[in-house]
C-alpha cells in the first residue's frame, strides 16, 4: 500500500492505527498544538477521523476515501485533517462521540466529526461510503457541502458548534443524590429493567447486533447471590451459554470476537479485544463458581490460554487486539473480514477425513453451501463459522457413540484444525500495551489463578504487574503513562488506567498473599485521588486538569464494553478502606456513588458496574484471614475452599508471621494477634472485624462460609 508513496506526519506516531494510515494522500496531523495553530492561522475547520487499528469500518472508510486521491485533495484543500486513537485517548474519543450522539443519535467508529478551528464539533458521522450507498451520504458530497458552508455561514456555524459545546458541559451536570435513595429497591428495579429487553430465546439484551456487556453480568451474579432471584442468575448464564456456543467464540483457539452482527450470536465482527477477554474470563469463572457447571471454568481457561499464547508481549505485558480483517488463505494479497476463522466444509472434511469429519460437521453445522445466513455485506459466500449446532449428547446419540467418546472425537479434530490453521496468514496485532486494559487482564488471570488452581496464571499476572509497574509508573511521583509500544512508554494516563490497574493489583494480592501489590494499589489509589477528584460534585473526572487541547473535561457517564472508572474507582476504595483501615475511603466511594444518584435512579441500566458498586456499599463487609506458611500444604488447602466461592462482598488478608502481617496489623489491630492454632494453619470468618472463632480444616471452613 506505501509502495512509491511519500508519508505524511504520522509516520512518527507509534500507535499501530495512526501508522496504518502514514501513507495516505491525506495530509493527516497526529492531535496536537501544531494541527490546532495550523486551523488557526488558515482559519480552517478540522476534520478530525477517531477509530483504532482493529475497526473493520475504519478499514474500509480508509481504503475508499482516505487513499483516493480526489477525496484526499478534498480534504487537504479545505481542511486541516487529525487521526486520532481512541485506544490512546479516550478522551478526546469520549469528548466527540458524545458530540456525535448528540447531534445524530448514534456513533461508532470511524468517528468523523467536523470541527472549529476552536476544536467546537459542528457536524458529525461515522462511516461515510465514498458515494451515497447504506442510506449514508457521499462523502464528496459531505466535504463539498461543509467547505461551502464554511466559506459562505461560517458566523451560523460558528454559532452552533457553540451551542452544542455549551449542551454537552449542561449534559455533565448530574444532580447528586443522598446515599439514603440509593437503596435496595434500586438494585431491584435494575433487574426489572434488564428482564424487560432480555432475549429470552437466545440470550443478550436488545436486538442484533448484540454486544457482550460484562458489567451486566456483573451486577446480575452479585444480585442472584444477595437475593436469590432466579432470574438475575438465568439471564446471565443463558447468555454465557449463548456466546459460547456461537460464532462469537472461537472454537478452535479460544477468546472472544467484539461482537455478533445477529440475533443469535452466529455471525461475530471478528476483532479480538484484550479487554472482552479480561472481562468475560472472569464472567465465566463467577458464572462457575456460582453453578458449578465445568462448561463455564473450560470457557474461562480456553480463554485466559489464548491471551497468553497469543496476546503477552516478551515482557509480559498485554497486547491490545487482534483484528477483524486478514489476508485470504488462498489469495494472499486480497484481505477479508475474518478469512482467519473461516473454512469451506471441503477443508474440514479433507484435514479431518471419513470418521472425524461427519461427526465435527454435525456439531458445528458445517455445510457445503455455508452456515453463514446473516450476511449483509455479501462477503462470506460459501464459507461456515464455526458453532454449536448440537449438543455433545445430541452428536453422540445420533453417531450412536457414548458422550466420553463423542467429547474426544471433536477435542482432536478442533486440534487438527487449530494446526492447520497456524499455517494461515494472520489478522494484524495491535501491539500497543495499555494499562487499563493490562490491569483488567491481570484481574481476569489472578481470578483464574483462584479459581482453576492455576499457577500459570499467577505467575503471568505477577509478570504483568511487574512489567506495568516498572515501564509504565514513574516511581517518584507515582504517576503512570498510558501506552507502552515499540521501546517506549508515553501519554498522561487517565482515570480508568488508574482504576483498572489498582483493582488488578487488589485481585494480585488475593491470589498471592504478597502485600508489594496491596501497597501498590493503596499508593496508586491516592495518587488518583490526587488527580482526578471533583472536589465541586464528588466523584472524579476522566481525565486530570482541563487542557487547552480538551474543550470538556469529562465524566463518563455509561458502561458499555469496559466498565466505568468511577465504578471501579468506588469498588477499589471500598475493599481498600477494609484492606488499610482507612476509613475515610469508604465515604469517598458513597460520595462517589452518590455522584451519579440522579442517573441511575431513572436508568439503572446504563451503569450496571456502578450497581454493583452500591450493593458492595449496602453489604456489611467481611473479612477472611488465612493464618499459615503460604508454601505449606494446610494454608494452601484452606486458601483453595475460599478461591473455590463466589464471594464477592468478601476481603481477603493473610497472617503469616512476618513483618508484613506486623505492617498490616499497625492498621487493622484485630490482625495482630491472628496465628495458627496449634500450629495448624488457621481461617478466621469475621463480620465488621468481629471474628468467629478460628478453624483449621477445609471442611469446617466451608461450613463457616456457607453459613447464612
Known amino acids: 500500500m506505501a509502495k512509491g508513496r511519500q508519508p505524511n506526519r504520522l509516520i512518527h506516531e507509534k500507535s499501530p492505527y495512526l501508522l496504518q494510515h502514514a501513507f495516505n494522500p491525506v495530509d493527516w496531523y497526529p492531535w496536537g498544538d501544531a494541527a490546532f495553530a495550523r486551523a488557526r492561522e488558515l482559519n480552517l475547520p478540522i476534520f478530525l477521523s477517531i477509530g483504532y487499528s482493529t475497526c473493520h469500518w475504519c478499514h474500509v472508510m480508509a481504503h475508499e476515501s482516505f487513499d483516493d486521491p480526489e477525496i484526499a485533495a478534498l480534504l487537504n484543500a479545505n481542511f486541516i485533517c487529525i487521526k486520532v486513537d481512541r485506544e490512546e485517548r479516550p478522551d478526546i474519543d469520549q469528548i466527540y462521540m458524545a458530540a456525535a450522539q448528540a447531534l445524530t443519535g448514534g456513533g461508532g467508529w470511524p468517528l468523523s466529526v467536523f470541527l472549529t478551528p476552536k476544536l467546537k464539533p459542528f457536524y458529525a458521522g461515522t462511516y461515510f461510503p465514498p458515494e451515497p450507498r447504506y442510506g449514508q451520504p457521499g462523502f464528496r458530497t459531505v466535504l463539498t457541502s461543509l467547505h461551502e458552508l464554511w466559506a459562505s455561514q461560517q458566523d451560523k456555524v460558528l454559532n452552533s458548534a457553540e451551542q452544542i459545546t455549551a449542551h454537552l458541559r449542561e449534559s455533565l451536570t448530574a444532580a447528586a443524590t443522598s446515599a439514603a435513595e440509593l437503596d435496595e429497591a434500586l438494585l431491584a428495579k435494575a433487574v426489572a429493567q434488564f428482564a424487560a429487553s432480555f432475549d429470552q430465546q437466545y440470550g443478550g439484551f436488545g436486538q442484533a447486533p448484540k454486544f457482550p456487556r460484562p458489567v451486566t453480568y456483573t451486577f446480575l451474579l452479585r444480585q442472584y447471590l444477595r437475593t436469590g432471584e432466579q432470574r438475575a442468575l438465568d439471564m446471565v448464564t443463558t447468555t454465557l451459554d449463548r456466546m459460547a456456543a456461537g ?97 469451506s466444509k471441503k477443508e474440514i472434511d479433507t484435514l479431518l477425513g471419513p470418521k472425524m469429519g461427519p461427526i465435527f460437521d454435525f456439531h458445528y453445522n458445517i455445510l457445503a453451501d455455508g452456515n453463514i445466513n446473516h450476511d449483509p455485506q455479501d462477503e462470506f459466500g460459501n464459507s461456515n463459522i464455526l458453532h454449536t449446532d448440537h449438543s455433545l449428547e445430541e452428536t453422540a446419540k445420533h453417531f450412536k457413540l457414548s458422550v466420553p467418546e463423542a467429547a474426544k472425537l471433536l477435542a482432536a479434530a478442533r486440534h487438527t484444525l487449530f494446526q492447520a490453521r497456524t499455517s494461515r496468514p494472520r489478522s494484524h496485532l495491535d501491539d500497543k500495551v495499555v494499562t487499563a486494559w493490562n490491569g483488567l487482564m491481570i484481574s481476569g488471570l489472578a481470578k483464574g489463578a483462584m479459581v482453576l488452581d492455576e499457577p500459570r496464571y499467577l505467575a503471568a499476572a505477577q509478570k504483568a504487574a511487574g512489567f506495568i509497574l516498572v515501564t509504565l509508573r514513574d516511581e517518584k511521583t507515582n504517576t503512570l503513562l498510558r501506552r507502552y509500544r515499540d521501546g517506549a512508554a508515553g501519554l498522561e494516563a487517565q482515570l480508568d488506567d488508574y482504576a483498572f490497574l489498582s483493582q488488578g493489583l487488589l485481585d494480585l494480592y488475593e491470589a498471592s498473599s504478597d502485600i508489594r501489590w496491596l501497597q501498590a494499589a493503596e499508593a496508586l489509589t491516592a495518587k488518583q485521588l490526587e488527580l482526578f477528584w471533583d472536589e465541586a460534585n464528588n466523584g472524579f473526572f476522566d481525565t486530570t486538569a482541563i487542557s487547552s487541547n480538551r474543550i470538556l473535561r469529562m465524566k463518563s457517564q455509561y458502561e458499555g464494553a469496559e466498565p466505568g472508572g468511577n465504578a471501579v474507582a468506588a469498588m477499589n476504595l471500598l ?118 472463632l478460628p478453624v483449621t480444616t477445609p471442611r469446617e471452613l466451608a461450613a463457616r462460609l456457607d453459613r447464612k
Not at 463467577?286 to 462448561?295: V, Y
Not at 451503569?607 to 494446610?634: D, H, K
Request: charged share 15%; net charge negative; with cysteine.
Open 247 to 343: 460464532g462469537m467464540y472461537d472454537h478452535l483457539g479460544g477468546g472472544f470476537h467484539r461482537y455478533a452482527t445477529d440475533q443469535q450470536w452466529l455471525v461475530p465482527h471478528f476483532e479480538k479485544m484484550l479487554y472482552d477477554q479480561a472481562q468475560l474470563a472472569v464472567s465465566y469463572l463467577e458464572a462457575f463458581q456460582l453453578t458449578n457447571q465445568a462448561r463455564y471454568a473450560e470457557i474461562a481457561r480456553q480463554t485466559l490460554d489464548y491471551v497468553l499464547r497469543d496476546l503477552t508481549s516478551p515482557e509480559g505485558g498485554f497486547f491490545s487486539a487482534e483484528d477483524a480483517d486478514s489476508p485470504k488463505p488462498d489469495k494472499p494479497a486480497e484481505h477479508g473480514e475474518g478469512a482467519f476463522y473461516l473454512w
Open 575 to 692: 475493599r481498600l478502606s477494609e484492606m488499610t483501615g482507612q476509613s475515610g475511603w469508604a465515604e469517598r466511594a458513597r460520595r462517589t456513588i452518590a455522584s451519579v444518584g440522579a442517573l441511575i435512579q431513572t436508568q439503572p441500566v446504563i451503569m450496571p458496574r456502578m450497581l454493583a458498586a452500591l450493593a458492595l456499599q449496602l453489604t456489611p463487609p467481611q473479612q477472611i484471614v488465612i493464618a499459615g506458611n503460604p508454601a505449606e500444604a494446610a494454608t494452601q488447602a484452606l486458601r483453595r475452599e475460599v478461591y473455590s466461592r463466589f464471594l464477592p462482598n468478601a476481603i481477603l488478608l493473610f497472617a503469616d508471621n512476618s513483618p508484613n502481617q506486623a505492617t498490616m496489623a499497625a492498621r487493622l489491630p484485630f490482625l495482630k494477634n491472628m496465628q495458627p492454632i496449634n500450629g495448624q494453619a488457621a481461617a478466621y470468618v469475621c463480620q465488621n472485624h468481629t471474628c468467629n
